[in-house]
């Protein structure tokens, strides 16, 4: 299986930063080269899709609505991923989750109905 445990969430004032991390353990992670990504659920809204990343690092794909705020990266080396958010806006406000899957095309497509293992998510507040 695949566990997904996220952290970093907290309250920031808008134009503030944070770094969410997650770290995957699991024999199935361990096995197999999972794509890895991020989503987001504001109250209210359905769930969407942030960012995503590949095994290797060398693909990234972004939300119109982070692009040039949030960075995506990953240590396979202590099996993490990792968002980085710059420039906070209260819209920015929402429960993150951590996503992993085999095929990155699961993660970057749709609001990640097909995505196989998830986090039980962090929360982050942004006050305007």
């Known amino acids: 299986q695949v566990q997904l445990l996220e952290s970093g969430g907290g309250l920031v004032q808008a134009g503030d930063s944070l770094r969410l991390s997650c770290v995957a353990s699991g024999r199935t992670y361990s096995t197999y080269a999972f794509a890895m990504g991020w989503f987001r659920q504001a109250p209210g809204k359905e769930r969407e899709f942030v960012a995503g990343i590949g095994w290797t690092g060398g693909s990234t794909y972004y939300a119109d609505s982070v692009k040039g705020r949030f960075t995506v990266s990953r240590d396979n080396a202590k099996n993490t991923l990792y968002l980085q958010m710059n420039s906070l806006k209260p819209e920015d406000t929402a429960v993150y989750y951590c996503?992993?899957?085999?095929?990155?095309?699961?993660?970057?497509?749709?609001?990640?109905?097909?995505?196989?293992?998830w986090g039980q998510g962090t929360q982050v507040t942004v006050s305007s």
């Open positions: 996503a992993a899957d085999l095929a990155l095309a699961h993660i970057t497509a749709g609001s990640g109905g097909r995505v196989d293992f």
